[in-house]
């Protein structure tokens, strides 16, 4: 059962155009979003976050999004670089500081200079 | 510089052949768990310890093994690993829901 969820397992962008990820969630307990990058050969590395009492969290050109009542976030990146070629990865805690990281299925996005 | 380090990072084994894969933190975190990450299924937590000498199994526990003795460190044993088992595995320790993830170690049992 998967309780966090990225539908599109690949996503190819324009250099300069903006690229969006998505992320669904089932469990109405998660109150915690984070969304993780990583590169080959290499550990996920911790990119942003958002707590549930926020819709819009924003971190230079990386904003997420959480729309609760649709139990979805995204991710924004703009404008997208050749360095944001990577895996990227939603997670979901409930209970802030409980630490257990459900992890969605990730989504691989290219961009394309 | 705060690292997660994992050894080794390849490996390549035999059905049955007991093996451990090392993990060690400088972070000094209470949370550390493992991770493996398969095609199409993300992330699954395996197995994690909130301190020492306390763990705990994660959702894909099946096969695996680990130990607490020290903080810095969090072994995952496999006794006697199965074709099923090859994948790449990550350990992380956290602070807060902040995860920090080694560099990974991809393992082929044939």
């Known amino acids: 059962d998967q309780q966090v969820k990225q539908n599109s397992p690949s996503l190819s962008v324009q250099e300069g155009r903006i690229s969006i990820l998505n992320c669904d969630y089932t469990?109405?307990?998660?109150?915690?979003f984070l969304w993780y990058k990583k590169y080959p050969a290499e550990g996920p590395t911790f990119l942003i976050s958002?707590?549930?009492?926020?819709d819009k969290n924003e971190d230079g050109r990386f904003t997420v999004f959480l729309n609760k009542s649709a139990k979805h976030l995204s991710l924004h990146i703009v404008p997208s670089q050749p360095g944001d070629s990577a895996v990227y990865f939603c997670?979901?805690?409930?209970?802030?500081?409980?630490?257990?990281?459900?992890f969605g299925t990730g989504t691989r996005l290219t961009i394309i200079p | 510089e705060a690292q997660v380090t994992q050894n080794p990072r390849y490996l390549i084994t035999v059905t049955g052949k007991k093996l451990t894969v090392t993990c060690s933190q400088n972070?000094?975190?209470?949370?550390m768990s493992w991770y493996r990450q398969d095609p199409g299924l993300g992330l699954r937590q395996i197995y994690y310890?909130?301190?020492?000498?306390?763990?705990d199994k994660g959702d894909v526990p099946e096969g695996y093994k680990v130990s607490r003795k020290e903080k810095r460190n969090f072994p995952l044993i496999l006794e006697s690993p199965s074709p099923n088992q090859t994948s790449l595995y990550f350990c992380?320790?956290?602070?807060?829901?902040?995860?920090?993830f080694g560099q990974g170690t991809r393992l082929t049992v044939v």
């Open positions: 992380a320790t956290s602070r807060g829901s902040e995860a920090f």
């Open positions: 469990n109405s307990m998660f109150d915690y």
């Open positions: 958002i707590s549930s009492i926020k």
């Open positions: 997670a979901a805690v409930s209970n802030f500081g409980n630490e257990k990281l459900t």
């Open positions: 972070m000094n975190h209470e949370y």
């Open positions: 310890s909130m301190n020492v000498e306390v763990t």
